[in-house]
């Protein structure tokens, strides 16, 4: 069955990077695009970005367009997220998503989420 | 950006009753680009429902979602104790431009 397990809890101080990773198992990784989402305390969910896992061709929302590079390791099946010069607003828990293809369509898989503390 | 409106804010309903929830995005959106999930404290979104009103597999047929262009409703017919959550409705017709409703929280009476 499809899995998607993310990399564990970040605390870091305002102005630094954090990088957040998501194995993926139990479906072939390049057949499936993949998408990062952040859940900021008492706001709704956000899409940051998405990635073409087979090629590497990458979109990002323009809220984090200078900030966000999403990358993958088609080898080791695996997604990443970095988001640079943090600040407190970037606190949340933040997911990995894909679904099967590269046709139109919502997000049936998701990480269980990385919580990342932005704090001086 | 389509900003996606949910309404109400909180519901507070007892099991068994029958609960409507709304979405109605900013401008109109295809039929088969809308989504509704549903999310528990300290879990991820789990997807229920596409293309508007598709349960994926293994949701049971107590939810159900219509609706059309800018007035899209999630009804669940008899509300279980596991159905208490928020639920989120989402927009893929701007793909790659997915936006979120602010959400729906469904609690009990």
């Known amino acids: 069955q499809v899995q998607l397990v993310q990399s564990g809890a970040e605390v870091k101080k305002p102005g630094a990077s954090v990088k957040v990773s998501c194995k993926a198992s139990?479906?072939?990784?390049?057949?499936?695009?993949m998408f990062w989402v952040r859940q900021a305390p008492g706001q709704r969910l956000e899409w940051m970005g998405s990635i073409n896992t087979a090629n590497g061709d990458t979109q990002y929302s323009q809220k984090f367009q200078d900030r966000i590079t999403i990358t993958r390791d088609t080898s080791a099946n695996t997604l990443y997220i970095e988001l640079s010069s943090l600040r407190s607003e970037d606190s949340g828990v933040y997911f990995c998503a894909s679904r099967p293809g590269y046709n139109i369509g919502p997000f049936d898989y998701w990480g269980q989420g990385t919580p990342v503390t932005v704090s001086s | 950006e389509i900003v996606l409106t949910q309404s109400p804010g909180t519901l507070s309903l007892s099991p068994g009753e029958r609960a409507t929830l709304s979405c109605r995005p900013s401008?109109?959106?295809?039929?088969?680009?809308l989504a509704w999930y549903q999310q528990k404290p300290g879990q991820p979104p789990r997807l229920l429902i596409f293309?508007?009103?598709t349960r994926l597999a293994g949701i049971p047929d107590r939810f159900s979602g219509s609706g059309s262009g800018t007035d899209f409703t999630l009804t669940i017919s008899r509300l279980e104790p596991e159905d208490f959550a928020v639920y989120y409705c989402q927009q893929y017709d701007q793909s790659p431009l997915y936006t979120f409703g602010q959400g729906t929280k469904l609690e009990i009476k």
């Open positions: 293309g508007s009103s």
């Open positions: 401008q109109t959106i295809s039929t088969y680009h």
């Open positions: 139990g479906y072939t990784f390049t057949n499936f695009p």
